[in-house]
């Protein structure tokens, strides 16, 4: 039975429209008292993110049983993203060109080694490496790796082409680990009015630091980043994106479900999903026949686009 007052859980689109127009009616009450009172506030009449929380059906505690991974959502989180580079030659030039805030080599880490973070003009968010790097950094684990700055195989966070890899984490690339409290949380992009609608919702990758550090092999990208915009005509509602990216966010999670849960699906994998947003009061929770329904059925479409352009290359490479 469910407590007196609670909320019904809605199907995704429902839930996200509902979690949506409470932040923004908030944010608009926030904006008007802070213009009336001239106070600062940190979230002043910014609606948020939109966040999801799954509760899985694991047990943490067992290592056969930790849900770890990454999602690339599609949409983008409106977030500028500055990242870390480690390589050198020809693609820490492509590293470079393609947006990576700080790129440097083995001088860059010889000046950690030495003066830690401050060998770095700026904190960047997130730090990728070629493989023969990610063997030579072992030696600023430590400093790097407390700031979530350590590149390693097992998060992703390591390739031989830098440039995807870079473009992925830029456009809204997800880390998620389940808590000792057996959930698995997530941000989706952030809560925007319709006015603004567009195909994306990344912003500029730009990490608004333009400072060189020669000394140390390193260098802030100018404005050359991708805006994200896609080859779409039609610009899409803020609604829809972000269930695109919780669809995409959920798809990620029941990929990385270990092989010791032999369920299939969402049922007996996870038990519940909540919808809240970062300054919001409250939480919507999901129905999860719907969100199973509605991930199986972008994940399909997923698979669709991905033939079609498997088979549209195929007559040019004969």
Request: glycine share 10%.
């Amino acid at each position: 039975m469910r407590p007196e007052g609670a909320i019904a859980p809605l199907p995704l689109r429902e839930a996200i429209a509902r979690v949506r127009t409470t932040a923004l009616k908030e944010a608009s009450v926030r904006g008007k008292k802070n213009r009336s009172s001239s106070a600062s506030s940190s979230s002043g009449a910014n609606p948020g993110t939109l966040e999801i929380a799954l509760k899985m059906n694991v047990d943490p505690k067992k290592g056969d049983q930790v849900v770890r991974g990454t999602a690339a959502l599609p949409r983008g989180t409106g977030k500028s993203v500055s990242v870390l580079a480690f390589a050198e030659g020809d693609m820490a030039i492509q590293a470079k060109s393609a947006g990576a805030a700080i790129v440097g080599g083995d001088n860059l880490i010889e000046s950690i080694a030495k003066e830690g973070l401050k060998a770095l003009p700026f904190v960047p968010h997130k730090a990728i490496a070629t493989p023969e790097f990610a063997s030579r950094l072992g030696r600023v684990a430590r400093t790097l790796g407390p700031k979530g700055l350590m590149p390693t195989t097992k998060a992703g966070t390591v390739a031989l082409d830098l440039v995807p890899l870079l473009r992925e984490i830029q456009m809204g690339r997800v880390d998620f680990r389940v808590s000792k409290d057996r959930l698995v949380n997530g941000g989706l992009g952030r809560i925007q009015g319709d006015q603004t609608a567009t195909t994306t919702m990344t912003a500029s990758t730009n990490s608004g630091n333009n400072n060189n550090n020669d000394n140390n092999n390193s260098s802030s990208s100018g404005n050359n980043n991708e805006q994200g915009a896609d080859d779409e005509s039609d610009a899409l509602s803020n609604e829809s994106l972000l269930a695109e990216n919780a669809q995409a966010f959920v798809a990620a999670v029941l990929e990385a479900k270990p092989k010791a849960i032999k369920a299939g699906g969402v049922k007996g994998y996870i038990n519940g999903a909540i919808l809240t947003s970062t300054f919001g009061r409250g939480s919507v929770p999901v129905d999860l026949v719907d969100l199973e329904a509605s991930v199986r059925s972008y994940v399909k479409q997923q698979q669709q686009q991905q033939q079609q352009q498997q088979q549209q290359q195929q007559p040019r490479e004969r």
